[in-house]
């Protein structure tokens, strides 16, 4: 599994938008990277995934560059709401029995008023 | 929406003592997980199952823990003998053979004194 290094934390205001980068230099060719936010006492929730390239859902977008070292979820106009742990993943995605996810510290986002 | 849910929310217990945490998973789910995290710490993977039985373990999961499917609805993970240290919020998570996209529960916080 590849390692991924995000930062351990990072502040913002509501209204603003929020890149939140992690870098995933040993990236295999046929793994995906994958976002995950986590509130306090609850369970992770998925945000967006994506192989290449952008990504973009209702939530977030995924910038992904050519050589899929780094990626950058981004958080449009970010509110109060959103103050909560990012996790950066990346694996392959699997067709069988397996599939555990291996997270790491994730990014500590606090949005303030 | 279909959603992930555990019983109890939380769970105190004495240390020495057996506890059994239940989850039900997204009802055409076919790919269960249960994962910890001890306050303040990263989500740890321990087990997956599918197919009726365990299709990968971590070091974590010992032979104090044991996980059942025991009807079309449930999957429980019991801990024989609780030690302080399992103290955490257990998440349970499924997914469907489809997406490697997996849905976690709300957890369970279990407390050993």
């Known amino acids: 599994l590849a390692k991924t290094t995000q930062p351990i934390s990072m502040d913002s205001y509501e209204g603003q938008e929020v890149n939140i980068t992690c870098s995933h230099n040993?990236?295999?060719?046929?793994?995906?990277i994958t976002w995950y936010q986590q509130f306090p006492s609850q369970g992770p929730r998925f945000i967006i995934q994506?192989?290449?390239t952008k990504v973009t859902n209702e939530v977030a977008s995924l910038f992904i560059p050519a050589d899929r070292k780094s990626s950058t979820l981004s958080l449009p106009r970010v509110s109060l709401s959103d103050t909560a742990v990012y996790y950066c993943l990346v694996g392959a995605l699997y067709g069988g029995s397996q599939g555990n996810l291996i997270f790491g510290k994730g990014t500590k986002l606090s949005v303030k008023p | 929406e279909p959603e992930v849910t555990q019983t109890p929310s939380h769970q105190v217990t004495q240390m020495g003592q057996e506890v059994i945490l239940r989850c039900v998973p997204i009802?055409?789910?076919?790919?269960f997980y249960w994962y910890r995290q001890i306050l303040g710490q990263k989500v740890e993977f321990l087990v997956s199952?599918?197919?009726?039985?365990?299709?990968?373990k971590s070091e974590i999961f010992d032979d104090q823990f044991s996980v059942e499917r025991p009807d079309g609805s449930n999957f429980t993970l019991k801990i024989r003998s609780t030690k302080l240290e399992d103290s955490a919020m257990y998440f349970c998570?499924?997914?469907?053979?489809?997406?490697?996209?997996?849905?976690f529960g709300p957890g369970t916080r279990l407390t050993v004194l």
């Open positions: 994506g192989y290449k």
């Open positions: 009802s055409n789910h076919l790919y």
């Open positions: 998570a499924s997914r469907a053979d489809t997406t490697d996209t997996q849905y």
């Open positions: 199952f599918y197919n009726n039985e365990i299709s990968e």
């Open positions: 040993n990236i295999a060719t046929n793994d995906y």
